[in-house]
Nanobody, 117 residues
Framework: QVQLVESGGGLVQAGGSLTLSCAASSSIFSLSTMGWYRQAPGKQREMVAIINGRGDTVYAESVMGRVTVSRDNAKNSVYLQMKMNNLTSEDTAVYYC?????????WGQGTQVTVSS
């Protein structure tokens, strides 16, 4: 069964930090390039960061230098973490994980990050 479960969001003051986690349960994820995405109110979902099976990463320009992504591969699942520093109000969004560049049709519930100024 394919499951994507995000956690770790919350309310944080501008300049603060959060670490988001994602548990992707299915063997199909263990070798896949994974991405963190976010969707702010009234905006389209956008890619924030990606990490391939070897641990190579790419970051969106909007978060470069403030975000670090890591992954831990298991036989039938993969666990992602995204450490976010120096948060701003622009980072307020629901954050999701999924495969990249073609996200699977089923998304998790996401985790809400709210940054107060």
């Amino acid at each position: 069964q394919v499951q994507l479960v995000e956690s770790g969001g919350g309310l944080v003051q501008a300049g603060g930090s959060l670490t988001l986690s994602c548990a992707a349960s299915s063997s199909i994820f263990s070798l896949s390039t994974m991405g963190w995405y976010r969707q702010a109110p009234g905006k389209q979902r956008e890619m924030v960061a990606i990490i391939n099976g070897r641990g190579d990463t790419v970051y969106a320009e909007s978060v470069m230098g403030r975000v670090t992504v890591s992954r831990d591969n298991a036989k039938n699942s993969v666990y992602l973490q995204m450490k976010m520093n120096n948060l701003t109000s622009e980072d307020t969004a629901v954050y999701y994980c999924n495969t990249y560049p073609n996200p699977r049709g089923h998304w998790g519930q996401g985790t809400q990050v709210t940054v107060s100024s």
